[in-house]
């Protein structure tokens, strides 16, 4: 079972901040937390992953809580593309990657 | 960059056949992983391979096989195909294991199995 609690579903306005919210409270001292993004039928992609400071790519940025039980993925300036669902996902254990059901994501135009 | 190139994208194979399934990881990546993703469903984590040796395995059917090679690419061998078989099949490699600091997987674009 996945660690992680995330909304169904969430909307957000074109060219505005998409704020996906994660909770992960009984997350380990030395577990990261990932995100990923799966456009319909298409590979999920990784977006970034942190383990307890704030991280930016090019893509997004993760905001993890100082006690790590929780983080938001920001998307600063949502397009239409960035319609997916997303996955916040921590590793259970060994190799395998449990996708929850995520939080699909509509960006409104 | 280079991404991971999975072939063939498009498979149709009927009842009972078998279809092998091939996974190019991104170059220096030496982590191969399998999923398998049905109809509205997410995707179920198979099997997975570390320097060519098997490291993990989850629900995959005895029907299915799977190697990783010399030069790192790796396939998935699929028997006595079922109508349930049908599906989205990923591969993602990593460079280390899932969980090291730089051990993000990363996902190829998937083949599609028809087993009519």
């Known amino acids: 079972d996945a660690k992680t609690t995330q909304p169904t579903s969430m909307d957000c306005a074109e060219g505005r901040a998409a704020n996906l919210p994660c909770n992960h409270s009984t997350i380990s001292g030395n577990e990261y937390v990932y995100w990923y993004r799966q456009i319909h039928s298409q590979g999920p992609q990784y977006i970034i992953h942190?383990?307890?400071n704030n991280e930016t790519n090019e893509m997004a940025s993760l905001i993890i809580t100082e006690d790590r039980k929780s983080s938001t993925l920001i998307l600063p300036h949502a397009t239409l593309r960035d319609t997916a669902v997303y996955y916040c996902?921590?590793?259970?254990?060994?190799?395998?990657?449990?996708f929850g059901k995520g939080t699909r994501l509509h960006i409104l135009p | 960059a280079a991404g991971v190139i999975q072939s063939p994208r498009h498979l149709i194979k009927e009842k009972r056949e078998t279809a092998t399934l091939k996974c190019y990881p991104i170059?220096?990546?030496?982590?191969v992983y399998w999923y398998q993703q049905g109809p509205g469903q997410d995707p179920q984590f198979l099997i997975s391979f570390y320097e060519k040796m098997q490291s993990d395995k989850g629900s995959i059917p005895d029907r299915f096989s799977a190697q990783q090679f010399s030069d790192y690419h790796s396939e998935l061998n699929m028997s006595s195909l079922e109508l349930g078989d049908s599906a989205l099949y990923f591969c993602?490699?990593?460079?280390?294991?899932?969980?090291?600091?730089?051990?993000?997987?990363?996902f190829g674009p998937g083949t599609r199995l028809t087993v009519t």
């Open positions: 170059p220096r990546h030496d982590t």
């Open positions: 942190g383990l307890k």
């Open positions: 996902i921590v590793r259970i254990r060994d190799d395998k990657i449990i």
């Open positions: 993602a490699s990593s460079l280390g294991r899932w969980g090291d600091p730089s051990g993000e997987q990363y």
